[in-house]
């Protein structure tokens, strides 16, 4: 039995939850490589951004490090975004005219930093909730098409009044491909989960230690 013939001996439902789990598989492929794709360029833009502005912060060039990430060079950097929302919060404070505590001044920018932050580690987390949900239930969708397809099998025996194979052997195939493509789903995107949030965690560290780092640099410049 080739697989055209298995897919004609299918019966409706199944073939529905078999279009399901391409469907879900098709969906993980696309979230991974899309996630890939902005991860690399998050960390190759980051690395080529760090020194650039950190040497402009350096000169005491707060205007140049602004338009340094601002930069559409460095548009998928975590670390340009984060670095931007302390710089800009920095600045609008300083050109306000309203004169604050140094204090006031670095809770603000720590704030900002805080919110942006928040709203890029949200961002890199684009789509990691349909893998994990992908990861979860593919194994349940391709257990029900086994189930439905064991209730075939026994529809078979019913149908024939007998218990030979050749009654039960298309449930049996029914089943036994529910199963693999469910698995089959199932486990590349839990790879791909536990892949991309690894890279995430890091991601994240470097966002706390570049806030920590601009914080300090906003401290001394204050004193």
Same mark, same amino acid.
């Given at each position: ?14 073939? !529905?939850?078999? $279009? /399901?789990? *391409? ?24 690395? !080529?951004?760090?020194?650039? &502005?950190?040497?402009? /912060? ?7 490090? $602004?338009? &340094? ?9 975590? /670390?340009?975004? %984060? ?21 006031? %001044? ?5 704030? #900002?930093?805080?919110?942006a932050s928040a709203l890029t580690a949200a961002d890199l987390k684009k789509g990691m909730g349909s893998l994990a949900t992908i990861g979860a239930t !593919? %194994? ?15 529809? *078979?025996?019913? #149908?024939?009044?007998? *218990?030979?194979?050749? #009654? &039960?052997? !298309? *449930? $049996? ?6 199963? #693999? ?18 890279? $995430?965690?890091?991601?994240? %560290? @470097? ?5 920590? @780092?601009? &914080? ?8």
């Amino acid at each position: 039995m080739d697989l055209l013939e298995l897919w004609e001996q299918m019966g409706i439902p199944v073939k !529905a939850l078999m $279009i /399901l789990l *391409g469907l879900m598989s098709m969906w993980s492929m696309g979230v991974f490589f899309e996630r890939l794709f902005t991860f690399t360029q998050a960390g190759k833009q980051s690395k !080529a951004f760090a020194p650039q &502005v950190a040497k402009h /912060l350096k000169d005491g060039h707060l205007k140049d490090a $602004i338009a &340094v990430s601002q930069s559409k060079n460095y548009k998928y950097s975590h /670390l340009g975004k %984060v670095v931007l929302a302390g710089l800009q919060e920095y600045q609008f404070q300083k050109d306000a005219g309203v004169e604050l505590s140094r204090d006031d %001044v670095i809770d603000s920018v720590r704030r #900002a930093i805080q919110r942006a932050s928040a709203l890029t580690a949200a961002d890199l987390k684009k789509g990691m909730g349909s893998l994990a949900t992908i990861g979860a239930t !593919a %194994v349940f969708v391709g257990l029900l098409a086994t189930t439905l397809g064991v209730i075939n099998a026994f529809q *078979g025996i019913a #149908a024939t009044g007998s *218990g030979g194979l050749g #009654a &039960v052997s !298309a *449930g $049996i195939a029914e089943a036994l491909v529910g199963t #693999a493509i469910g698995l089959f789903v199932a486990i590349p995107a839990v790879w791909f989960y536990n892949g991309l949030t690894t890279r $995430i965690e890091f991601f994240n %560290v @470097e966002m706390d230690n570049s806030s920590s @780092e601009l &914080v300090d640099y906003f401290i001394k410049k204050a004193d």
